[in-house]
T-cell receptor, first 113, second 113 residues
């Protein structure tokens, strides 16, 4: 079955610095990719969904890159601010309808003012 | 706009006692519904999903059960809690299809003593 490795588990950066989180998956049939943000005691907030046909996806203050050859998905926060402090999860699934979401272990990001 | 509500917000229960957690989705008709469990500091593990009223599929057996008594309601329950049931329970919804995207509720924190 699908295995999703996420790294690093913990990341501390200074305000204004960039932060990169990487997920590596194993199933070559994975087609949809998601990044979620979880603030303390809260549910998961969808940051971005990425479909297999798009390699570079830009959001507000972050970029998601998909490298299908290496089966790697990355989240790059370009200029982190304290409000970005949270746990970030990647999730992947196959292209079939109702395909199961496979989550990474999460990355605890702390942005130091 | 759709809203997802989970109840209770938090529970402290004794080992061996029963449990019932609820999830309600408003603003979407016939959503797919999901239950996830998250250990403290851990990743998400899908427990159940349902694509229609009265139909629930189990993904992981954790001595829990789920039911969908109404189109907009998903219930997670057990008759006898274990210490290992402690954690954060998240409900999610999606509309299905090949671009299926899951959206999460605020979660219920459960502590079993």
């Amino acid at each position: 079955g699908e295995q999703v490795e996420q790294r690093p588990p913990h990341l501390s950066v200074r305000e204004g610095d960039s932060a990169v989180i990487i997920c590596t998956y194993t199933d070559p049939n994975s087609y949809y990719f998601f990044w979620y943000k979880q603030e303390p005691g809260a549910g998961l907030q969808l940051l971005m969904k990425v479909f297999s046909s798009t390699e570079i996806n830009e959001g507000q203050g972050f970029t998601v890159l998909l490298n299908k050859k290496d089966k790697q998905l990355s989240l790059n926060l370009t200029a982190a601010h304290p409000g970005d402090s949270a746990v970030y999860f990647c999730a992947v699934r196959r292209g079939s309808a109702l395909g199961r979401l496979h989550f990474g272990a999460g990355t605890q990001l702390i942005v130091i003012p | 706009a759709q809203t997802i509500h989970q109840w209770p917000v938090a529970e402290i229960k004794a080992v061996g006692s029963p449990l019932s957690l609820g999830c309600t989705i408003k603003g979407k008709s016939s959503p797919n519904l999901y239950w996830y469990w998250q250990a403290t500091g851990g990743t998400l593990q899908q427990l159940f999903y349902s694509i229609t009223v009265g139909q629930v599929e189990s993904v992981v057996q954790l001595n829990l059960s789920a039911s969908r008594p109404k189109d907009d309601q998903f219930i997670l329950s057990t008759e006898k809690l274990l210490l290992s049931h402690s954690g954060f329970y998240l409900c999610a919804w999606s509309l299905g299809g090949f671009q299926d995207t899951q959206y999460f509720g605020p979660g219920t924190r459960l502590l079993v003593l």
